[in-house]
């Protein structure tokens, strides 16, 4: 595998249920970030992650849970989830330098609340 | 404000022309700048930095003026590979940490017809 994956790639779930999202990056990179994309808005930034370290939450609900283990996988773990939130979930990692970052994607996952 | 803004068309041209898109952003202290394209229903992928004097790749030319905070992306000889959304991205280093806070545009839709 090359790049960055995200599984699972499409997800179809009630809002009383608890899935995760999962995404492997294997670019040896050092941060990783959540984007949620809705139809018609753009990307916004949920966390980052940057050597394993939380450092960024950009006023995300709390039924978004994120969760790095190591700097090759990154969570989203989702509970109690509204309609709303039904959207495209993008991963990102990157290898930060002073001036320059490029940020890699995942395919994303699509979600769907019901 | 938007932070980032673009056009988001939809930019509708024939093979062969050439179209312009342009995108202005918010925050001064941003530092490095971007087009991402995205094609339907994909992620994200990075198209060309854009530097202070302006750049080129191939048949993308792209330019940024600091001092208006405006960044442009001219595509000549337009193709039918080129339909896709175009988005603009600003990068800013906040409180000097290593890691890069990506801002996006809701993007340019461009089609591209025979």
């Known amino acids: 595998e090359t790049g960055v994956t995200q599984t699972p790639r499409h997800l179809v779930m009630g809002m009383t249920n608890k899935k995760s999202l999962k995404c492997e990056q294997h670019l040896g990179h050092n941060a990783m970030y959540w984007y949620k994309q809705s139809a018609k808005k753009p990307l916004e930034l949920m966390f980052v992650y940057s050597l394993e370290e939380r450092v960024e939450n950009n006023s995300v609900p709390s039924r978004f849970s994120p969760e790095c283990p190591n700097s090759s996988h990154l969570f989203l773990h989702l509970h109690t989830l509204q309609p709303e939130d039904s959207a495209l979930y993008l991963c990102?990692?990157?290898?930060?330098?002073?001036?320059?970052?490029?940020?890699?994607f995942g395919p994303g996952t699509r979600l769907t609340v019901l | 404000r938007k932070e980032v803004e673009q056009d988001p068309g939809p930019f509708n041209v024939p093979e062969g022309a050439t179209v312009a898109f342009n995108c202005t952003y918010s925050?001064?202290?941003?530092?490095?700048f971007f087009w991402y394209r995205q094609d339907c229903r994909k992620e994200p992928k990075l198209l060309m930095s854009v530097y202070s004097s302006g750049n080129e790749d191939g048949r993308f030319t792209a330019q940024l003026n600091r001092a208006s905070q405006y960044i442009s992306l001219l595509i000549r000889d337009s193709k039918l590979s080129d339909s896709a959304t175009y988005l603009c991205?600003?990068?800013?280093?906040?409180?000097?940490?290593?890691?890069?806070?990506?801002?996006f545009g809701q993007g340019t839709i461009l089609t591209v017809h025979p």
């Open positions: 925050n001064s202290a941003s530092q490095s």
């Open positions: 991205v600003v990068s800013l280093h906040a409180g000097g940490t290593s890691y890069g806070k990506l801002t």
């Open positions: 990102a990692s990157s290898q930060e330098r002073s001036s320059y970052n490029e940020q890699f």
